[in-house]
């Protein structure tokens, strides 16, 4: 499969993740799920609408753009795909949620202009599915670069294993803004993601910095 074809896979099963997920928040089937149902929105409307779709163009543009601008730093068609492969895109995710955690504690959440480009993100205090996408364009951009960064570090790598870390970059990053706690075998991880982050978004004050794991919030002692 070309890299074409697999980064626009990739982008149509995290539109269905995202539209899916958001869904199952709003079906009154879920709505014992919700986390922080006693919350009220403080964007709704246009102006959630209008950021979210920007973000939602921003986002696919930025992985067309960084993927193919980084050229063979990032991708090698040469390289072929295979079960160790997975390995490298585990480690390659779990570098960037390092880095991530680094730069949204001390930069995002410090002092200087980075912190008030995500409290845009932090003016929704109950994240549901469709408020992943809530952010300054600046972050949407900084979070896809260092990814690409890490990965053209560890890289280059073939189109698929390229592919199957923006998939669970991307989706993750969804289902930790699902806002639902859905106790049930195959969910209970996700789940406490979603929890985690939850309890990230109530104030600009609190811990649970890293994106993809609780682990790093665990090591340095900033787990909530």
């Not at 709505?31 to 979210?52: A, C, H, N, Q």
């Not at 753009?65 to 895109?89: H, M, Q, R, S, V």
């Not at 803004?177 to 991880?189: M, N, S």
Request: a positive charge; aromatic letters at 12%.
């Amino acid at each position: 499969m070309s890299l074409l074809w697999i980064l626009i896979l990739v982008l149509a099963s995290s539109g269905a993740m995202f539209f899916g997920v958001q869904a199952a928040w709003n079906s009154k089937r879920c709505e014992r799920f919700r986390i922080r149902p006693e919350m009220s929105k403080k964007v709704t409307g246009p102006k959630l609408y209008k950021r979210i779709g920007g973000n939602l163009v921003l986002s696919g543009i930025t992985v067309f753009a960084l993927t193919y601008g980084a050229g063979g730093w990032l991708i090698d068609t040469a390289e072929a795909f295979g079960p160790g492969k997975l390995i490298l895109a585990l480690a390659i995710l779990l570098v960037y949620d390092f880095f991530y955690y680094l730069m949204h504690r001390f930069a995002f959440h410090g002092v200087g202009w980075l912190k008030k480009v995500h409290a845009v993100h932090h003016i929704v205090r109950a994240p549901t599915a469709i408020e992943s996408l809530f952010l300054h364009p600046m972050e949407t951009f900084l979070g896809q670069f260092l990814l690409t960064a890490v990965a053209c570090v560890m890289g280059p790598l073939d189109p698929l294993t390229w592919g199957v870390i923006l998939f669970v970059h991307s989706n993750l990053n969804i289902i930790v803004h699902a806002g639902l706690d859905i106790q049930v075998p195959g969910l209970r991880l996700f789940s406490a993601l979603a929890r985690k982050h939850a309890k990230h978004h109530v104030s600009m004050r609190g811990g649970n910095f890293a994106s993809l794991t609780p682990l790093w919030d665990m090591m340095f002692g900033t787990t909530e």
